[in-house]
Structure formats: C-alpha cells, structure tokens
C-alpha cells in the first residue's frame, strides 16, 4: 500500500463528516458534505495552498504541530491520529518486520488454562487466528483446527462464512470493526502484499466490504462488548479485552468475559459442557518452527 496515495481519501472521508455548523460556518451551496479544504486551513492556522498539498502527498515531511493542529480541527480520535501520522510522514511508527505464526509455549498454556470458561485466541495484524482454546471454538461454533491455516481469519469468517452474519449479534458493527483494524494495520505496514492480498478477495466476494473499505475508518483493538447467538445456549453479550503482548505490537490476545452470577455467564458455563465437544484446543506452528500464514490469490490459494 502507498502511504501518501492513501491520505487523499482518508483526510476527505474524515472532512466530510464533519458539520460547518458545529464550527459557525454557513452551510451554502457545497458539492460536497462536510467542511472545504479552505475551511479546514482556517480552522487549523495553516495556508490554503499547504492544505491542498497535505492532503495531496506532496507537503514533504508535516511538522507535528501542522499535524495535530488538522486532527484538532478533524476531531480524529487516537487511532485516527496515529494513522493521519503514518501516512502523512510515509513512516511506521515502529517499522514492522513480516510476521509469522509462532506463538509462544507460554502464551498457549495460558490460552489452555483460561478454560474451561473463558474463550480465548491470539490473533495476528491481517486478523489471523494463530492459537485458540477450545472455548474460544465452542463460541465460534467453529473448529480452527479443522481448517486450512489460510482459513483461519476473523475478517474472512466474518465476509464468506455463512454462519458468521447469525452468530454475530450486530453482524455490521462487527465486521466494520474487523475493517476498521485491517485499515489500520495496512497503514502500519504498508509493505506486507498479504493485507493487499486479503482486501482484494473480500473485495471480490462482498460489495459490503468494498464500501466499508472505502470509507477509510481505522479503530485498534481494545475493550467493549459484543454479543454471539448460540443456539445451544441463547444470547451471550460478553465483555472482551484486547492485549498487546510483548513480543510486539503484531499479535493480540483476545478474553471473553461475563460478570460473575450473571446470565451470559451461566450460558458461558453450559457451552462449556454442551458445546466444546469436538473443539480442538489450537495453536499455531509448534515449538522451535516458525511458520508465516500465507495468503494467496485465486481459487484454492485465498487469504485469511
């Protein structure tokens, strides 16, 4: 992905949320929605001509005044911020080497002591699931194990898995979720094919993520809720946490959790009884073998 090609259409997606009313400024006639450029270098205490510029690619290497001055007037939240950073100054922040599949033995056994009522999963940045418990898969209604590695990926579940828009409550909210990270991490690493791989399948399969995509939104991983429909126990909204681990900033751990004495985690504990059956416990390469997730174009080489 280049970086500065990439600016262009996420500073205007983010103009024209924004209302003119909110900063005093008359609606008039506009072609557009949102504010003008013109504005944008009003509000923001920089030329109209830089303006233009910036958000073209071409104003060099933005000071960081100039940057958090248009976030300012933009309203871009944290991730959006490091992500106008990225792409204005074509630079990671830190430089991102390939990732692989290697999760380590200690991060397995904790995935297998969260069991038995607690699903849990470590996930890389294209959202390939590297190690899982056999929670984690009772929740998914879906066995990792039994899937090829190029399978194994929450965004590709989410667009080409049937089963995925039943078991999500609120199916939009997350797969544009699941987007927004993507989007993020290809700003991050614009030099890993595998994510450009990934976007230009699901492109191809769905015209719901080729409009989401479009709309430039980025949000990392973090803290919320999100509900699953299981048949065999109900509703469950459960409460998830996304960790950084220490080896980087490639892979997360995912948890999730219900408060004690509580509905969802009474479903959670009879899925642990009635729905792990033939759930394998998974991981990614074993000890000492480091294996990269590949992702592939075309029939029976697609991406995660």
């Avoid at 024209?16 to 008039?28: I, W």
């Avoid at 991730?79 to 990225?86: C, I, K, Q, T, W």
């Avoid at 996304?242 to 980087?248: C, N």
Wanted: glycine share 10%; charged share 25%.
């Amino acid at each position: 992905m280049d970086q500065r090609s990439e600016l262009s259409p996420f500073l205007r997606t983010r103009r024209d949320r924004m209302s003119p009313e909110e900063y005093g400024l008359p609606v008039g006639r506009r072609r557009s929605p949102g504010l003008r450029r013109a504005e944008i270098a009003q509000l923001a205490g920089i030329s109209v001509d830089y303006c233009i510029r910036l958000e073209q690619g071409q104003a060099g290497r933005p000071s960081a005044a100039v940057l958090d001055a248009v976030a300012r007037v933009l309203r871009l939240t944290p991730d959006e911020r490091e992500h106008l950073y990225v792409l204005a100054r074509a630079e990671t922040t830190p430089r991102r080497s390939a990732p692989t599949g290697k999760v380590r033995q200690s991060m397995r056994r904790l995935l297998e002591l969260r069991d038995p009522t607690t699903p849990a999963l470590v996930i890389g940045r294209r959202m390939d699931v590297l190690a899982w418990n056999s929670m984690a898969a009772a929740l998914m209604a879906e066995d990792c194990a039994a899937l090829p590695r190029s399978r194994r990926n929450l965004l590709w579940h989410a667009f080409c898995s049937p089963a995925a828009r039943l078991l999500y409550v609120g199916w939009e909210t997350a797969a544009r979720q699941g987007i927004a990270f993507l989007r993020l991490s290809a700003g991050r690493c614009p030099d890993d094919p595998a994510i450009a791989a990934l976007v230009g399948e699901l492109s191809v399969r769905s015209e719901e993520l080729r409009t989401w995509w479009a709309q430039h939104d980025v949000q990392d991983r973090g803290s919320g809720r999100k509900g699953f429909n299981r048949p065999l126990v109900g509703r469950l909204d459960l409460d998830y946490e996304a960790l950084q681990l220490s080896d980087g900033p490639d892979q997360h751990l995912i948890t999730y959790t219900a408060p004690e004495g509580s509905s969802p985690q009474s479903a959670l504990e009879l899925l642990a009884v009635i729905g792990r059956e033939g759930m394998t416990v998974g991981d990614g390469p074993g000890p000492g073998r480091e294996e990269e997730v590949h992702h592939g174009a075309g029939p029976g080489g697609s991406q995660t």
